[in-house]
């Protein structure tokens, strides 16, 4: 069976994702995958980023970064439409 690698995010690697989404308007809501739904969020994303600076060099706990990216491919593939 092959390992899967799991990718393990650095401080500044999740700096860097911040000062991405302090520069965006998030809409009021997103549907962010089939399972995740925000209504919130601004909310969302605030409470996601006080996870990811506690948890991002635990790779067993990057639930919090893979939801960041979701939101953040959304948000990019809805300014590619307009």
Do not use: H, R
Not at 6 to 22: G, H, N, P, S
């Amino acid at each position: 069976m092959k390992k899967i690698e799991k990718k393990v995010y650095t401080v500044e690697e999740v700096d860097e994702l911040k000062k991405w989404f302090d520069n965006q308007t998030l809409p009021q809501s997103m549907q962010i995958n089939s399972s995740a739904y925000s209504p919130d969020l601004k909310d969302t994303v605030a409470m996601l980023f006080e996870q990811a600076y506690i948890c991002c060099n635990n790779p067993k706990m990057q639930g919090c970064l893979l939801l960041l990216e979701n939101i953040k491919k959304n948000l990019e593939e809805k300014k590619g439409i307009e």
